[in-house]
């Protein structure tokens, strides 16, 4: 005795399934920008951790005696500069008594009004002027650099003691896709790994990584899709006209975890790499995935359910149905002969498996119609060709 049911033809949602992993957003290697001796670690390693918290300072007595330093130069150049300004001031005042009374012995001197002796003396005293308000000039403008560059010495005397404290910067952990989520830079948190480098070392200005730091929310995803599977995206959007461009409008998908049921978390495809790699003739993929509870870990392997255009009617049995034999599925239905309910061999071909209401169904592009009865229970005792008696049961799953 088996037991039969006949297929069902239901309206299901179009999607393929892959597998993957999911990686941070943002992976952010801290670094010191200034050279110097560790002091202090001000984070617990492996907590989370968000932008502008304090985590290392390193020793900042050489560079406040430097910036000490800096200061007392500057104010040194900027006194010097403001009497050199006043000697430009005083020179250009004597230049311009010197040039008035030159002017008026120029013309005194062609009536003959005033001594040869006299007006050649007013005439060296204006050539004096005029090269002391070059001299005072040239001065100043040489002190207004020596106050320039004494000035820049002290802004990076003020960037190398601000930076002994290092601090997580926000726009470090923040991914483009946080915009989208209402999600201020001070509320987006990041995990820290164990610092690398301890108390009383030598760390290097940009060379010495002091620890690591990853993005939580949102989570980015990567799987891997096969050539056929591309070509079979492209007819969707380039021939059948059914499925938008997922690199101009966003493409559903899902993911669940090795514990999930299901596809829980729901993000959307936001990269799909631009070429096939000849190597392992795969396309990579990205999608992006919300995360406010940190649940979704960096490195978790994950299962991916992507949207393939809209729901389609398609025959569906059981999955328990399907036999494989050399790699062709099969299943064996029920008919009628001389008055005799016989198992007949059927083999198929299979679309994906679907779970519906926690019951596993299993696809059927070609090979069964709604009229057949398939054997559901029972399998081991049907031959191909034997009687059989068969009980009749209508599918637990409903069709809707």
Known sequence: MVTVERPVERTLDTYY?????????????????????LK???????????????????????????????????????????????DVITAEERYALAKVEYERQSKLAQTGAVSQSDFDKTQSL???TTSEVSAAKANRDSQTAVRDSASAALRKAEFDRNNCVIRLSAKDITAPENLTMNTSGGDIQARISRTLITEGNLV??????LCKVV????????????????????????????LPDPRLHALKCWIGGKSDTGYP??????????????????????????????????GDSIRIKAEA??????VTIP???????????????VVQKEGKEIAEFRPIVAGPVREVNGVRLQVIEQGLSVKDMVVVNGLLRVRPGAPVTATEQSSPVSPK
């Open 40 to 86: 202090t670690i001000h984070f617990k390693e492996g907590r989370l951790v968000k932008g502008g918290d304090v985590l290392y300072e390193i020793d900042s007595e050489p560079y406040e005696a430097a910036l000490l330093s800096a200061r007392a130069n500057l104010a040194a150049a900027v006194a010097s500069l403001q009497k050199l300004t006043a």
């Open 265 to 298: 978390h729901e993000g959307y495809v936001n990269y799909i790499a631009p070429e096939i790699s000849r190597g392992t003739a795969s396309r990579e993929v990205r999608g992006v995935f919300p995360n406010p509870d940190h649940r979704l870990s960096p």
């Open 215 to 242: 993005s939580l929310n949102p989570m980015y995803g990567y799987w891997d899709i096969d050539e056929m599977t591309s070509l079979a995206y492209r007819k969707l959007i380039y021939d059948d006209k059914t």
């Open 126 to 128: 204006f050539k004096t």
């Open 309 to 314: 255009g809209p729901p389609m009617k398609k």
């Open 17 to 37: 399934e892959f597998t993957g992993y999911l990686r941070a957003a943002r992976e952010v290697e801290v670094r010191a920008q200034v050279t110097g001796y």
């Open 319 to 333: 999955e328990i149905a399907v036999g494989i034999r050399q790699q062709q599925k099969f299943v064996y239905v």
């Open 204 to 209: 290097l200005s940009g060379q010495t990584v």
